[in-house]
């Protein structure tokens, strides 16, 4: 990660095809396109590279879920379920269609555990949003099991799992929809850009209209048709540049993967030096998308110091559990309902009474194990040199 590491000719390409037609726009312009609707095509490449029937493309990962949830009738009055270790895009889109997000631990996995999503479901859970996070899955067939029990629709944020497999089916295709990012860090990148994987015909168009003003797309889904509509939308349309890039970027993107495979094996060996070091629970070692390297070490203390040996190296780890983005009791803007909204909405009702109140020590299983692991984000392109000296300060560390 990210993608543009190896941005080239292929991107360079697919940007003129689009300049070269001056249209922008992923609708209309019939004459004008020349039959370029680079949108619909990565769209339709990316559906199938996931082996999924449809795509819908939209500005970023973070409208992506917002448009799924919208699109699967999630709104006031619904609790939905997601882990506390994410970032923080999930459960803000939740608030962002008036649901109250409820959090759950994680486990070995680092993603959600089934075990406290089973105690965390009540009869307002409209929706389960377990997160692959950094590359690799959650234990998504059980969390699928468990809600198909109580029949409640699985949107898997795929965002940072793009190209990730469990025995060659890819993450974001187990639930109703999976979503992804390809925003400026992401393993495949547009700049900014995100998509949604369904093979539900219906909740597809849903999407699409809603993506679009709610433009009706009957005519022929994926294009506008008789521009009547079934019900209110918004604009999150993603445009023919990022379309484009989005193309030659999915053209590497199994490439990317093997590189980061490569690399991530390498940094895996120098990292097993460290004594009682443990890495994470991969579900299937072969579908890793490899994007981090993350390890756990015995205690929170001895964590600490060899990051900071590593650091002193210039070769220091991120503990996600001291990051603000990514961890729940880090999130004090969640915790202290802090909204710029005149009534405190989305967290007050408009009489300033409190929807909800979020402990910060509420997912302790969470805490315990995210203080004391470490996390390496891998590069497409590791160089020789920058192996040697992490190999070097993780011998060091070792000796702590
Ligand atoms: C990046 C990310 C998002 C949001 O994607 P953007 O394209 O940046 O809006 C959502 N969920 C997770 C887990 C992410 O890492």
């Given at each position: ?24 726009f992923r609708y209309e312009f019939g ?6 609707y680079?949108?619909k ?15 819908q ?144 015909e219906e909740?597809w168009k849903s999407m699409s209209e809603y993506h679009d003003h709610g433009h009706d797309h009957k005519v022929n889904p994926g294009a506008r048709g008789g521009e009547g509509r079934r019900f209110i939308g918004f604009n999150?349309r ?163």
């Amino acid at each position: 990660m990210p993608g543009f590491e190896i941005f080239g000719e292929e991107e360079k390409k697919e940007i003129m095809d689009v300049l070269d037609t001056g249209v922008l726009f992923r609708y209309e312009f019939g004459e004008q396109r020349k039959g370029i609707y680079k949108v619909k095509e990565f769209e339709e490449k990316f559906a199938h590279y996931c082996n999924s029937s449809f795509g819908q493309a939209v500005t970023s990962g973070s409208t992506a879920l917002k448009v799924a949830l919208t699109a699967l009738g999630i709104g006031p009055g619904d609790e939905v379920i997601t882990q506390g270790f994410t970032f923080v895009a999930t459960w803000e889109a939740i608030l962002e269609v008036g649901a109250i997000p409820v959090f759950c631990e994680v486990d070995s996995t680092l993603n959600m555990d089934p075990a406290d999503l089973l105690k965390k479901i009540t009869q307002k859970t409209k929706c389960i949003i377990p997160v692959h996070m950094l590359g690799a899955p959650a234990r998504i067939k059980e969390i699928v099991a468990i809600a198909d029990k109580n029949q409640i629709p699985v949107l898997e944020d795929t965002a940072q799992a793009a190209g990730a497999r469990i025995d060659g089916k890819h993450l974001g295709s187990f639930g109703r929809c999976g979503t992804f990012s390809f925003d400026s860090v992401k393993t495949m990148t547009t700049g900014e850009g995100g998509m949604i994987i369904t093979d539900d015909e219906e909740l597809w168009k849903s999407m699409s209209e809603y993506h679009d003003h709610g433009h009706d797309h009957k005519v022929n889904p994926g294009a506008r048709g008789g521009e009547g509509r079934r019900f209110i939308g918004f604009n999150y349309r993603m445009m023919e540049l990022q379309g484009a890039i989005g193309l030659a970027q999915l053209a590497k993107l199994n490439g990317i993967v093997a590189a980061q495979q490569k690399n991530k094996a390498q940094l895996k060996e120098a990292v097993s030096a460290i004594p009682g070091v443990s890495f994470r629970t991969l579900i299937d070692e072969q579908g890793d998308s490899a994007t981090f390297l993350t390890f756990t070490l015995q205690d929170r203390q001895h964590c600490s110091k060899v990051n900071d040996s590593l650091k002193a190296d210039g070769c220091g780890a991120i503990n996600f559990a001291e990051n603000s983005w990514h961890f729940y009791p880090k999130w004090e803007h969640l915790l202290e309902a802090k909204s710029p909204v005149r009534t405190g909405y989305p967290f007050n009702e408009p009489g300033g009474k409190k929807r909800i109140v979020y402990d910060p020590k509420a997912l302790p299983q969470s805490a315990a194990l995210l203080e004391r692991t470490l996390v390496y984000p891998i590069p497409i392109k590791m160089d020789s040199n920058r192996l040697a000296v992490m190999s070097q300060a993780l011998q060091k560390a070792s000796l702590i």
